[in-house]
């Protein structure tokens, strides 16, 4: 048996296992990651290479900043602050997906909720609405708002990249031609309709993040020294760049100074590193391995834009490469997506004699469209427990989200980027 119908094989069971969900997501990641080496598919360094990825050591990283403003209170004095502007829950969703999606745009759509999660899970101590309804809209906001900038999201950078090889390049804003009209479709959407969606359930509250604990005896320097350090933490990932310290290096100086400030206690910080997102993101990263080492992904994208013909048209060209970096997105990283995508779109406007913008343009958003399951985007991996999430909230909620984005996209794109300007 073929690698690639091994790697194949894994992707079906993984898809059929997370919809079924008889056993754990994170057990279901690691008989993938176990699996593919005992096929011998990849090698152990490069299956277990995703527990040492940039994301995961951000994620234990914000995992301790978020317990810290936990630990004393700082995230329900937060939440109170908030909910007193925002009456109700829909406003407070509405509030969420504007803060989020314009923090993304400019920061790593990771690094944004990663440091808003505890103050939204706050908010919900505080409001008395559950966590699971805030911390969907949360993520998905995370995800819309990369496409707003050029430094937006990974991909973003790839698909320029790609443009620059051919000669031609995206501006800065060039994302948000089409990234701010589905942030505010679907803020809209989420206010009136996609709230309806949204599963209403309790979170794990183990260890650091119970919100019913008592914060009286909490030194008051403790609670403002965790905020400071968070807003700290916050700049230095805006100035990501300037420093030249990667994201998850700040995030690992934040966490460090909280327990050497005694701000959080060891003991503390170990307890609210939530290891079941850590298995689940670190397997899964394996199969996203798989997919792209293997061929298996570019396989599965040649022969859907293979089944088009020879002279397709454009428009259902560039609808097809859209939805099948969303289909990809869900299963592989929205980078990997992208990579993979973006040479395979390049190649087809070039044949077609066609300005390659709307395909790679569709390629980013696509491949931004990551909300139908929980390792589609490390933001929404970093939510399951705590919202309580199962693998069909994320398609019962994100499935009409992908449509909203799709139909605003195919809108849009052939106006500001049609294959055959004049």
Known sequence: MSQITITLLFLLFAIVMFMWEKIPLGLTSMIVCVGLVVTGVLEWQTAFAGFIDSNVILFVAMFIVGGALFETGMANKIGGIVTHFAKTERQLIVAIMVIVGVMSGFLSNTGTAAILIPVVIGIAAKSGYSRSR???????????????????????????????????????????????????????YFAFIG????????????GIFDESKDFSHVP??????????????????????????????????????????????????????????????????????????????????????????????????????????????????????????????????????????????ACVIGGSCAYATPIGMPANTMVVTAGGYTFKDYAKAGVPMILVATVVSMILLPIFYPFFPG
């Open 195 to 206: 709230y309806k969606f949204l599963p209403n359930k309790e979170g794990s509250d183990e």
């Open 220 to 361: 008051k320097w403790k609670q403002y020294l965790s905020l400071v350090i968070l807003l700290l933490t916050l700049v230095g990932m805006i100035f990501e760049e300037q420093l030249g310290i990667k994201l998850c290096v700040i995030g690992c100086m934040g966490a460090l100074a909280l327990m050497i400030t005694g701000v959080i206690s060891e003991k503390d910080a170990l307890a609210s590193i939530d290891l079941k997102t850590i298995f689940l993101f670190g397997g899964t990263l394996s199969l996203a391995a798989a997919l792209e080492q293997t061929g298996a992904g570019e396989l599965i994208a040649e022969k859907v834009i293979g089944m088009l013909g020879d002279n397709p048209s454009p428009y259902v060209l560039t609808f097809v490469i859209f939805m099948l970096c969303c289909v990809m997105t869900n299963f592989m990283s929205n980078t990997a997506t992208t990579a993979l995508m973006v040479p395979i779109g390049i190649s087809i406007a070039q044949g077609m004699g066609a300005d390659p913008s709307a395909v790679l343009m």
């Open 134 to 188: 805030l911390l969907m809209p949360l993520v998905f906001a995370a995800a819309m708002g990369g496409n707003l900038t050029l430094i937006g999201a990974p991909g973003n950078m790839i698909a320029q990249s790609g443009m620059e090889g051919i000669g031609l390049k995206f501006g800065f804003f060039d994302y948000a031609k089409v990234g701010v009209p589905i942030l505010i479709v679907g803020i809209i």
